[in-house]
């Protein structure tokens, strides 16, 4: 089975740093798209960065220019980096894996955009 962990939420305080992680079993990382989202108290799902095989990485404007996605092949890990952060970052912070490329909308997991997702982190900034 495919699972998707993600670790490393919690509460800071507004201008702070988080890093999260997502651990996958099951699957690699290196060989499809994975992909940080979020859903907040607006109850939509908000794309913020994706990582390709290849490295190659892509960013929303949400949270644009304060977040860096990585990823550890050896660990099958992916990160998401985030500093200055603000209240309105308050939000479940969810990865995801894999593409089907239906459409996006609604709260997450968004089932038809990636088919693995994990069980989201939280974050609170205050």
């Known amino acids: 089975d495919v699972q998707l962990v993600e670790s490393g939420g919690g509460s800071v305080q507004a201008g702070g740093s988080l890093r999260v992680a997502c651990t996958g079993s099951g699957l690699r990382f290196d060989v499809a798209d994975s992909a940080w989202y979020r859903q907040g108290a607006r109850g939509v799902c908000e794309w913020l960065a994706t990582?390709?095989?290849?490295?190659?990485?892509d960013y929303g404007d949400y949270m644009k220019g304060r977040i860096t996605i990585s990823r550890n092949n050896a660990e099958n890990t992916v990160y998401l980096q985030m500093s200055a952060l603000k209240p309105e970052d308050t939000a479940l912070y969810y990865c995801?894996?894999?593409?089907?490329?239906?459409?996006?909308?609604?709260?997450?997991?968004?089932?038809?955009?990636?088919?693995?997702w994990g069980q989201g982190t939280q974050v609170t900034v205050s």
């Open positions: 995801a894996s894999g593409f089907r490329g239906g459409e996006a909308g609604g709260g997450c997991p968004m089932w038809g955009v990636h088919p693995y």
């Open positions: 990582i390709s095989p290849h490295g190659t990485t």
